[in-house]
């Protein structure tokens, strides 16, 4: 009977402490800041897609969520267009390049658990995580050259210096 009362008080305490234990060893997210995760938010459910993180890996990652045929997403893609044309010019341009720079550390890592000879890790990424991110990366693109055509102009030197950026972050 004792030990019933006392397992009965002690399991709040014991709860407290496992969910406090999470809180303080959750690992999440921290590569969006709180304006650019609003626009992520909005802009991968508008567009069937959605986001997410590998606490493993350490590694977001946007995934398409749902069966959707291309010409489903195709469609979808105008609805992102609409979207990204109520927002601020440079706020959007700025958000690409985020995203793009995030496609590149996932490439990155392929190469680096690659070379780690890690093989569960990197198909883990190349078959799973990268394709999909790299789906949303190009209608993200292609959106966003509908909406301001000279950036087309920039695009291109703008990828070289993300690659070069993350590759000296990283390495």
Known sequence: MRLKILIILLLPFMLTQCSL???ITKKESKYYNA?????LEKAT???????????DLKLDYIYVAGNYSDKELDAKSKDLRALLAKYDYNQIESFYEKIFRLKTIIEWNINYYGKKKKWAEQTLIKNYILPDTEKYVEMYEKNLLLINRSYKDTIEERKKQIKSEVDKELS
């Open 21 to 23: 234990w999470h809180k």
């Open 45 to 55: 459910a508008v567009s069937g897609f959605s986001y997410g993180f590998d606490p």
């Open 35 to 39: 304006e650019e995760l609003v626009l």
